[in-house]
Nanobody, 115 residues
Framework: QVQLVESGGGLVQPGGSLRLSCVVSGSIFRIYRMGWYRQAPEKQRELVATISGGGSTTYADSVKGRFTISRDNAKNTVYLQMNSLKPEHTAVYYC?????????WGQGTQVTVSL
């Protein structure tokens, strides 16, 4: 059984930065492509960024140049560095495999970008 625990969210002013972390347990972490997803109020959950076990990355057009996904296979952790944040980045951020497994969804971490 895979367990994912996200952390690092919070309240930040526009233009600020946050680094999200996701610790994965109960699996052979390094074989999975991992992704960060987000769900804004009254919107569907969307995929933001992905990273393969070997480190190749993909990004949604809306975050290219602002967000960076990375992973540390020794620590079973995937990160999302978010820079130059805007109010439209406000959402609950989740990590999961790509494609996502329904049973893996955790509580997520709230990111709020506001003055």
């Amino acid at each position: 059984q895979v367990q994912l625990v996200e952390s690092g969210g919070g309240l930040v002013q526009p233009g600020g930065s946050l680094r999200l972390s996701c610790v994965v347990s109960g699996s052979i972490f390094r074989i999975y492509r991992m992704g960060w997803y987000r769900q804004a109020p009254e919107k569907q959950r969307e995929l933001v960024a992905t990273i393969s076990g070997g480190g190749s990355t993909t990004y949604a057009d809306s975050v290219k140049g602002r967000f960076t996904i990375s992973r540390d296979n020794a620590k079973n952790t995937v990160y999302l560095q978010m820079n130059s944040l805007k109010p439209e980045h406000t959402a609950v951020y989740y990590c999961n495999t790509v494609p996502p497994a329904t049973s893996n969804w955790g509580q997520g971490t709230q990111v709020t970008v506001s003055l």
